[in-house]
């Protein structure tokens, strides 16, 4: 498989993979993350976003399924639909921002792959509300199908400024969006 330029230039300038575009350009826009700022990135794997918020010169710690080590950044191994997990997730206080770009291991049926993309998202949205700071502010990606209205309605009754997003980094046939929520009203 060819790899694409964005994925070139990720290898080329030391991230683990192109999403990191992905968040510069969100945080580009909306200044999710900012210096000092205390982040907990749900679904961190392969690295590329914990890599972006100490490049912010944040406070950053990742949970995945999977090992992600990446210097200067706190990790957690485990499955955040666990409260075990969340359990951990709380002993580290409150954040400044939470971020997700949890997907599910895909099937090829559209279906079932955005319902668990949902439910992903939904899970993270409900961590959010648990460790995000009034006034925090709160990323999530989900592939876009009928769950999305539902997800952003609800983000967005909670947070003063929402907005559904979708980088130009994305491939164009991808269904991943995110909703970019501001001001977490607690």
Not at 170 to 184: D, F, L, M, P, Q
Request: with cysteine; glycine share 6%; charged share 30%.
């Amino acid at each position: 498989m060819k790899k694409d330029k964005t994925t070139i230039r990720a290898k080329r300038e030391g991230y683990k993979a192109r999403s990191v575009y992905k968040l510069f350009a969100i945080n580009n826009k909306y200044r999710l993350i900012k210096k000092g700022d205390r982040v907990l990135d749900l679904g961190c794997w392969p690295g590329s976003w914990l890599q972006a918020c100490l490049r912010f010169k944040a406070f950053v710690v990742g949970v995945d399924l999977r090992k992600t080590e990446i210097d200067g950044a706190e990790t957690i191994i485990g499955d955040v639909t666990e409260g075990s997990v969340l359990e951990k997730i709380e002993s580290y206080g409150e954040f400044d921002v939470v971020i997700s770009d949890m997907a599910p291991n895909t099937s090829g049926r559209l279906d079932l792959d955005t319902l668990r993309s949902y439910k992903l998202s939904a899970r993270a949205f409900v961590i959010a509300e648990r460790v995000l700071k009034k006034n925090g502010n709160f990323l999530v990606k989900v592939f876009q199908s009928r769950y999305t209205d539902d997800l952003y309605s609800t983000v967005r009754k909670k947070f003063s400024f929402a907005k559904i997003y979708k980088p130009q980094t994305s491939k164009k046939r991808s269904k991943e969006i995110y909703i970019v929520a501001c001001g977490y009203k607690g």
